[in-house]
Every structure is written in C-alpha cells, then in structure tokens.
C-alpha cells in the first residue's frame, strides 16, 4: 500500500480553521483518498474522501493537490469535540479496500 | 447511516482462557470485514480480513490459531482470542465496508473492544 505521511502533533485554537497536511508521493491514480479520526477509546470515525476533486461536507473539507501528491483536511471552525487522531489513508480496489493505518496526527484544540 | 457494533465494549478474562468478539453490520450487509489491533499511543493494526463463508486472511505475524474468525453471516464475524495472555490485552477493532465494491465506500468501523486478561 502507498504510504502516507502526517506530522505527528497539531495545535489550534478554538473557533478557528484547522489545516491538516498529508503527503502521498508514491500515490497511484486507483487510490482513494480517505480521512479518518480517533477519538480516544473509540473506533476510527469517517471524515471524507476524494479523488482528484476537492471535496465538501458538513464535517470538513479536503483540498488534493493538483498532482495528488498532497491533501489537506480542513476543519472550518475547530471545537473541543475536534481533538482526535486524524488518519489520512490510501484505499486501493486491487488490495481488497483493506485500510493501512500510518501514525495520524494528534490534534488539540485550545479552548 | 450505516453503523458497525461491536459486543462487547469491555472484557476481563482470566489467561488461558479463551473470548469471542462479536461484530455486527446494523444495516447493511457486509461480505468482507476487517479485524484491527490498537494498543495504547500506538495506531491501528490490521490483523486479518474476514470473508463471508470462506477462511480468513490472516496478516503477517498474526497466529491464526490464536485469534480465531468466523464469518458465518453477511452481518456477523466473531473474533475469538483463544488462549489469552497478559500480552493480548488491547483494544479490538472491527471495520466493514458498505455497499457495492469500489475504492470510493465508505468504510464504517465498530466502537471498539476493550480485552484485559489478568
């Protein structure tokens, strides 16, 4: 599976944007990108997916880099609910849409 | 929307004993789900695939023997931790796929299981 790389800790503040990087250089044009978040204690949560189009909805946004090498998950107006494990994942149709979890990105949000 | 429940939420169990995780798809029908390991601070392992009616795809490392998978039904797979030892306490994940086959579903996951073994 393409592997995905996030930075390990993220801070923000409440009620402001939150941009959260990934980088996917050996990414290939069957693969999906998808979000995911942990809160602690649970299962993994969806976010969004996309292809090569951003994408919107009432979660989030993700913004794909033109060459799909990078995307960005965007929370509009970040609220303590927000803090989790963020996963960006790459979803293959010829591994079985098995999922490969990297290390995701710890955000915390400042009241 | 589509939801994946897990029973149960918590478990103690004594060592050398053996507990089934069961892994439910409340609205949908799931041929293939997925078995993932978590231990504290650390991420997601994905341990094996299970298919409806067939043999599970175990991942590397992972003694299938000692976790056992049933996929009996398009709506159930169990997982079953025999044997258990100190070192298999974790927290057990299941996950399944909604709808029709394609790398754009959405992949739905359980709350989670919590396994002690004392």
């Known amino acids: 599976d393409a592997k995905t790389t996030q930075p390990n800790s993220m801070e923000s503040n409440e009620e402001e944007p939150v941009h959260l990087p990934c980088n996917h250089s050996?990414?290939?044009?069957?693969?999906?990108i998808h979000w995911y978040r942990q809160l602690p204690s649970q299962g993994p949560e969806y976010v969004i997916h996309?292809?090569?189009s951003n994408v919107n909805n009432r979660m989030a946004s993700l913004a794909i880099a033109e060459d799909r090498k990078s995307s960005t998950l965007i929370l509009h107006r970040a609220t303590l609910r927000d803090a989790a494990v963020y996963y960006c994942?790459?979803?293959?149709?010829?591994?079985?849409?098995?999922?490969?979890f990297g290390e995701g990105t710890q955000l915390t949000v400042n009241p | 929307g589509a939801v994946v429940s897990q029973h149960p939420s918590r478990v103690i169990c004594k060592s050398g004993t053996s507990v089934k995780i069961e892994c439910r798809s409340l609205?949908?029908?799931?041929?293939?789900m997925f078995w993932y390991r978590q231990f504290p601070k650390q991420s997601l392992m994905l341990m094996a695939t299970?298919?409806?009616?067939?043999?599970?795809?175990?991942e590397q490392g992972v003694e299938k023997d000692k976790f056992l998978i049933n996929h009996a039904s398009l709506t159930l797979s169990t997982l079953t931790v025999t044997s258990a030892h100190p070192e298999d306490s974790s927290f057990y994940i299941c996950?399944?796929?909604?709808?029709?086959?394609?790398?754009?579903?959405?992949?739905?996951f359980g709350e989670g299981s919590w396994l002690t073994v004392v």
């Open positions: 994942i790459l979803k293959r149709e010829t591994s079985g849409s098995r999922l490969t």
């Open positions: 050996t990414i290939s044009g069957t693969d999906y």
């Open positions: 996309g292809l090569t």
């Open positions: 609205d949908f029908q799931a041929t293939t």
């Open positions: 299970s298919n409806e009616g067939s043999k599970a795809t175990y």
């Open positions: 996950s399944a796929i909604s709808g029709d086959r394609g790398t754009g579903n959405t992949i739905y």
